[in-house]
């Protein structure tokens, strides 16, 4: 299972850090993403960590911004995002992929684990 938080309301320029707690799995050679939902959007990629967490993944408009991270012996995939523009305002959910390989790691089909998800508004 897979259980995310952290989100909540901020200003434009303020951070946020997202948590996603693993249980019941290991998540060590899994690939681990978030991914975001915004009011009348469809799903979309933000950030991913491939297997190992050497190999990092990141939407080109966050890039700079937001850090995917882990702490495996937190069982727990970290989201910091900093500069947070109105347009970061989503649901974002934390997802994890096994025996996926690097290039699907942008693709939501390809995890086989979803988090409930947690809401980030950012006001202007």
């Known amino acids: 299972q897979l259980q995310a938080s952290g989100g909540g309301l901020v200003q434009a320029g303020g951070s946020l850090r997202l948590s996603c707690a693993v249980s019941?799995?290991?998540?060590?050679?899994?690939?681990m993403a978030w991914f975001r939902q915004a009011p009348g959007k469809e799903r979309e990629f933000v950030a991913a960590?491939?297997?190992?967490?050497?190999?990092?993944f990141y939407k080109d408009s966050v890039k700079g911004r937001f850090t995917i991270s882990r702490d495996m012996a937190k069982h727990t995939v970290y989201l910091q995002m900093n500069s947070l523009k109105p347009e970061d305002t989503a649901v974002y959910f934390c997802?994890?992929?096994?025996?996926?390989?690097?290039?699907?790691?942008?693709?939501?089909?390809?995890?086989?684990?979803w988090g409930q998800g947690t809401q980030v508004t950012v006001s202007s």
């Open positions: 960590l491939f297997r190992s967490a050497i190999t990092t």
């Open positions: 019941g799995r290991t998540f060590s050679n899994a690939a």
């Open positions: 997802a994890l992929g096994t025996g996926m390989i690097q290039s699907t790691v942008r693709r939501d089909s390809a995890y086989n684990y």
